[in-house]
């Protein structure tokens, strides 16, 4: 089993950064693909980023650019830099895991998730 918690969420102002993080507990997930998912009040909860175990990344156009998930193997900790924050990025932001290599978008190829962390966007 893979526990996951998120910290570094908050309130932020449209334009402005915040660093989620997402530590893991368990088992080691270095050879796990991690996946970040965000879900805002009334709506389907949607893909944001995810990076596999040789460091490769993807991304929703809605975020690149603006958004960078990154991964300390070290630490058992992957990261969601958010930079020029939008309102519309306002939501509850979830980290998960799966123990594949590939990449994947959709939540349900997720095994493990976390209780998730709220971002706040104001205009």
């Known amino acids: 089993q893979v526990q996951l918690v998120e910290s570094g969420g908050g309130l932020v102002q449209a334009g402005g950064s915040l660093r989620l993080s997402c530590a893991a507990s368990?088992?080691?997930?270095?050879?796990?693909?991690m996946g970040w998912f965000r879900q805002a009040p009334g709506k389907e909860r949607d893909f944001v980023a995810a990076i596999n175990w040789s460091g490769a990344t993807y991304y929703a156009d809605s975020v690149k650019g603006r958004l960078t998930i990154s991964r300390d193997n070290a630490k058992n900790t992957v990261y969601l830099q958010m930079n020029s924050l939008k309102p519309e990025d306002t939501a509850v932001y979830y980290c998960?895991?799966?123990?594949?290599?590939?990449?994947?978008?959709?939540?349900?190829?997720?095994?493990?998730w976390g209780q998730g962390t709220q971002v706040t966007v104001s205009s």
């Open positions: 368990g088992r080691t997930i270095s050879n796990y693909v």
């Open positions: 998960a895991a799966d123990a594949d290599w590939r990449i994947w978008t959709m939540g349900r190829e997720y095994d493990y």
